[in-house]
């Protein structure tokens, strides 16, 4: 097996190398990904009351599946051709990757927040990036930086402040272990799709992933016509903006920014999100923080700052 890429150079397919781009491409690449990405747990929570985790997972990746084509099919239409299709083990390794990452992580976050806020859930999930520290160095030969470490350590222990102040003070167990299981998911996810993103570009991943998932979860279409005929437009609307942009754009973009980057560097760039979250948690839902969440926000900030950072080269 080709040895896994773990730096800007890695390739888009098979010995293709990715271009590295504009400087500010990558990080304005992350910056989508994490406000999108933290925007879907409030979405989840607004549209979870009229839909089941079911239907909820599997409109959101319809909706996903054919904004992705329709980007995929303008950028075939510039180009003059279609992507070069992955086969044998790097489809079959594509298919299983997003019906993981897409299919499952998003069936546990969904059932998670019918038990927990949006901002606690988030919380719960952004133990991920530890997780992918951890595995990226086991696995990607990425080492263990001792300045990755030590602000993936900070950020921790701001994610912990939040969590014990949330606004419900809510423990269910249930919800618990849900929020974990999608942390896993995640983890495992993103440590996957590095290496994939040796063999396949971005984009194309993110779509045969997305459309994977979908075909996974079309078992669950009976539940989705009976929601979206019971449920109001306003929990439709966000089911669809669901899959148009935390799915099919912030997938994108994460996949962009992993291909140019190590994972446990911008996994630990996701510990933004759980601030991010409680913010648009306490504006669009009424869900109002703690004040002690507020120092914990910034200790995470804090934390991925130091994670992210480069060491200054004399």
Not at 159 to 188: E, F, K, M, R, W
Not at 207 to 231: E, H, N, S, Y
Request: aromatic share 6%; proline share 5%; with cysteine.
């Amino acid at each position: 097996m080709t040895a896994p890429a773990t730096g800007p150079a890695a390739g888009t397919a098979a010995g293709t190398a990715v271009a590295p781009g504009p400087r500010w491409a990558a990080p304005a690449a992350v910056a989508v990904t994490l406000v999108l990405w933290a925007s879907a747990f409030v979405g989840v929570r607004a549209a979870g009351h009229d839909y089941s985790p079911l239907a909820l997972t599997l409109g959101r990746h319809l909706v996903g599946s054919v904004a992705l084509t329709a980007v995929v099919a303008v950028a075939a239409a510039r180009r003059g051709a279609w992507p070069r299709l992955p086969r044998g083990r790097a489809l079959a390794a594509v298919a299983a990757w997003g019906t993981g990452w897409f299919g499952l992580y998003n069936l546990a976050l969904n059932a998670a927040e019918r038990h927990l806020d949006a901002g606690t859930t988030a919380l719960l999930v952004n133990v991920a990036p530890v997780l992918v520290a951890v595995l990226a160095g086991l696995l990607l030969g990425e080492g263990f930086p001792r300045r990755l470490l030590a602000g993936v350590a900070v950020a921790f222990a701001g994610v912990a402040l939040i969590a014990v102040t949330t606004s419900t003070g809510a423990h269910d167990a249930v919800g618990v272990a849900l929020g974990l299981t999608a942390a896993v998911v995640y983890a495992l996810g993103a440590t996957a799709q590095k290496r994939i993103l040796a063999h396949v570009d971005a984009l194309t991943m993110t779509w045969l992933g997305c459309v994977a998932a979908t075909v996974a979860c079309l078992p669950f279409t009976g539940a989705l016509v009976r929601d979206v005929a019971a449920a109001p437009t306003s929990s439709t609307l966000a089911v669809v903006y669901l899959g148009a942009l935390p799915t099919a754009v912030a997938f994108t973009t994460w996949g962009y920014a992993l291909a140019r980057s190590s994972a446990g560097r911008l996994a630990a760039s996701t510990f933004l999100v759980p601030p991010i979250v409680v913010g648009l948690s306490w504006l669009l839902l009424a869900e109002a923080p703690a004040p002690l969440a507020f120092v914990g926000g910034a200790v995470s900030l804090a934390g991925v700052a130091l994670a992210t950072s480069r060491r200054r080269r004399r």
